[in-house]
């Protein structure tokens, strides 16, 4: 989401970087760039103004103008402050230690509490909790079914009765009693932060439940008005944390700068799909690397850790050094990357990489191209590609919906990548650099 | 169109105080104006999302005319940004209902009121002796379809329905098809919220927007991008890739209530000429109203 807010920054820096002597004014030049981009990315015009002067105090000091390398030690001030300013450290939600965890979401309309709250409750679920959501939203038509349906989907029950927002909250809490819910995650009606009505009956649902933890609901695409909305909202329920949701889009996302800064509260959760899994843990360190142009190495790991069986890897080891590596393994690794996520988003994280691709469409579907083809072929086939001749490769381009020239091309890359697995006992891993997939 | 201006009025009123309040606040006081002048009107504009560009355009329009009218008058430096917003906003026609039927398709982000939006145009429509027939053609969201459902319910208009996650494209040649035998009047449809960015879903909103040109040639006449007034600067990013895809002829700003600016829509009409059609100035079906540019802005001044 920050992508182009990196790009602004990228170029500003790179004349920075290029700089062997930083005067006063090209350290100014290059900060009144830096506040346009932020104002161009919806931060707030009061925070970048405050953000710019901190950094250009610093930037002017003494160590920085005689360092050898000023133009870095101005990129390393504004990746500290803005680490510092997106809240230092990742932050967890809080958890009730006696009895049951509430959490209370809360927000304007139309910023995604309904599924953030399904998010949460399948992320917790996950985690080994026993999560009870509960639709108090009696304001929207359907809103209360949209988020039946989306429990019934994730298999986490919804509690709901005909009655008022704080009737329901406080039934839902003894049902959670009653049923042994360890937590209950209450969507709100969204509302405006200046509609006094609908802000007193959160107040009373507050009073009635006393939630562990409320959650502010904030669209990364919020211009810079999240400041005004965030600030009414802690003011008047004291918000503990930000969940900021449609940050997959190309939204810049400064309003999290303004939120943070104004509210003083972290964000905790980012939505990053439109799926219930799509929920990430918000690192400050790393969205600032990501701002900044500098790549998110650590997400890519911890994806593919996740995603990735280590049996299976094992496994693949074992083949790879007595080079037996088969169509069929070539699948497998073809489903783990999948699990990982989209490859745009998977590429977007290795620094460097997301700016050379930009604009291009990652095509998803040309693993899925891949993977047809390798369907299309028999297990035999698939043990032993050799034994593919021409009809059976006008068997398998027919057969997967392409062309037979892809079918050549596939199996060509495939015979190079069995080549290079071959030399890899000879060669060390540094076989791989050289290495093209087919895709 | 007197209560709709009242009602903007009262809508705007945060707005309205806030940006104009800063503004005298900024403009009186000063005899001369100066360079810092320009700056903070600049800054002020930027603060209702009308971006770093269109800010920097309209304070540099004031300043030539400032200088041309040899005016310092705080007041009539006002009533000239005044001026120069109107002209970027105005010369727009208002929405009409030509065709039979009438057919418009709502496209936008995730929660920006699509769904809202229609079933208040439909209502209104109703009201005024229409035959009004919806399209649920968003079948992806959870219960978007029983949220049309009851707006359908409320003002009797008729309503065309797939089966969740089944073809949108399907449904609303359907709804298109079933309004021409019908005969009814006017076509709205709902399609899933999307964000801009995701390829495929672009894809599947031009093939809505082609399988209602099949149902009935010409149509969509009208595609509406549903804005939330809260939208920052990716309003624009919005703007310009819903427009690539399946061509805007008008935006509809919600959400104007609260403490927005919906200054963005200056940003959009300036870069890509697409004007406001529709403006939601609260919950009930009457708080959304068509759209007059010498209105919003005399209100946003009064």
């Known amino acids: 989401m920050f992508g182009d807010l990196s790009d602004r920054l990228d170029g500003i820096f790179k004349t920075l970087r290029g700089q062997g002597k930083l005067s006063e004014g090209n350290v100014k030049d290059a900060l009144k760039e830096v506040r346009r981009a932020f104002l161009e990315a919806d931060v707030n015009y009061k925070v970048a103004k405050n953000f710019i002067a901190g950094v250009e105090e610093e930037s002017l000091g003494e160590k920085v103008l005689s360092s050898v390398t000023p133009g870095q030690m101005v990129i390393k001030i504004v990746y500290d402050r803005l680490v510092q300013l997106l809240g230092g450290q990742s932050r967890d939600m809080a958890f009730n230690p006696r009895g049951i965890t509430i959490w209370m979401m809360v927000g304007l309309q139309g910023s995604g509490k309904t599924t953030g709250c399904a998010k949460l409750a399948l992320r917790h679920k996950r985690a080994g909790r026993k999560p009870l959501l509960v639709a108090a939203d009696i304001y929207r038509p359907a809103a209360k079914d949209q988020l039946k349906i989306l429990g019934k989907a994730l298999d986490i029950p919804v509690f709901t009765t005909d009655d008022g927002p704080v009737k329901i909250a406080t039934s839902a809490v003894a049902h959670a009693k009653e049923n042994d819910y360890d937590l209950l995650i209450l969507d709100t009606a969204g509302r405006l932060h200046i509609d006094d009505v609908l802000m007193d009956e959160l107040k009373r649902m507050r009073e009635a439940v006393k939630p562990t933890e409320i959650m502010f609901v904030a669209d990364a695409m919020t211009g810079q008005d999240a400041v005004k909305s965030a600030d009414e909202f802690n003011k008047a329920l004291g918000i503990d944390g930000v969940m900021l949701t449609k940050t997959d889009g190309d939204a810049r996302g400064g309003a999290a700068l303004s939120i943070l800064e104004v509210t003083g509260r972290p964000v905790k959760f980012v939505g990053t799909g439109e799926k219930s899994a799509d929920l990430d843990v918000f690192h400050p360190s790393r969205m600032a690397s990501r701002i900044l142009g500098m790549g998110d190495v650590v997400s890519l790991v911890e994806k593919a850790q996740a995603a990735v069986d280590t049996k299976k890897a094992e496994e693949l080891e074992q083949k790879l050094r007595k080079a037996q590596f088969t169509f069929e393994d070539f699948y497998d690794q073809l489903q783990q990357v999948k699990n990982m996520g989209s490859l745009e988003s998977l590429l977007g994280m290795i620094p460097g990489v997301g700016k050379a691709l930009k604009g291009l469409p990652i095509d998803d579907r040309a693993l899925v191209r891949v993977e047809a083809m390798i369907q299309s072929m028999t297990p035999e086939e698939r043990r032993n590609p050799s034994i593919i001749n021409g009809s059976r490769r006008k068997r398998i381009a027919l057969g997967s919906g392409n062309s037979i020239q892809d079918v050549n091309k596939l199996i060509k890359q495939f015979g190079e990548m069995q080549k290079m697995v071959k030399k890899l006992g000879k060669m060390g891993p540094k076989a791989f650099s050289g290495m093209k997939f087919p895709f | ?302």
């Open chain 2, 1 to 302: 169109m007197r209560g709709f201006f009242k009602k903007l009025k009262i809508g705007l009123e945060k707005t309205r105080s806030r940006l104009v309040g800063q503004l005298t606040e900024t403009v009186t006081g000063r005899p001369q104006f100066d360079e810092e002048l320009f700056e903070e009107i600049e800054e002020v504009l930027i603060a209702s999302d009308c971006g770093v560009e269109t800010a920097g355009l309209l304070a540099g329009r004031l300043r030539e005319e400032c200088s041309r009218r040899k005016t310092m008058q705080a007041a009539e430096v006002l009533e000239i940004l005044k001026e120069q917003m109107v002209l970027v906003l105005a010369g727009d026609a208002p929405a009409t209902t030509a065709h039979q039927p009438h057919v418009i398709l709502f496209v936008g982000v995730n929660g920006t009121g699509k769904t809202t939006s229609i079933g208040k145009i439909g209502a209104q429509l109703k009201a005024q002796g229409k035959q009004v027939l919806f399209a649920a053609a968003d079948t992806f969201r959870a219960a978007a379809r029983e949220q049309l459902q009851i707006w359908a319910g409320r003002s009797g208009a008729d309503i065309v329905t797939g089966a969740d996650g089944s073809d949108p494209a399907a449904v609303a040649f359907d709804a298109v098809s079933a309004a021409i035998t019908r005969g009814r009047d006017v076509v709205l449809i709902d399609t899933a919220g999307r964000l801009h960015t995701r390829h495929n879903l672009m894809e599947e909103l031009k093939k809505i927007s082609r399988a209602v040109g099949k149902a009935m040639p010409g149509a969509p006449h009208e595609t509406l991008l549903v804005l939330d007034a809260t939208t920052g600067q990716n309003g624009v990013a919005q703007a310009e890739t819903f427009g690539a895809a399946v061509g805007l002829t008008g935006l509809v700003l919600t959400k104007l209530d609260g403490t927005a600016k919906g200054g963005i829509v200056l940003g959009i009409r300036h870069r890509f000429g697409v004007p406001v059609k529709w403006v939601g100035v609260g919950e009930k079906p009457d708080d959304l109203e068509t759209f007059d540019p010498a209105e919003f802005v005399a209100a946003l001044f009064q």
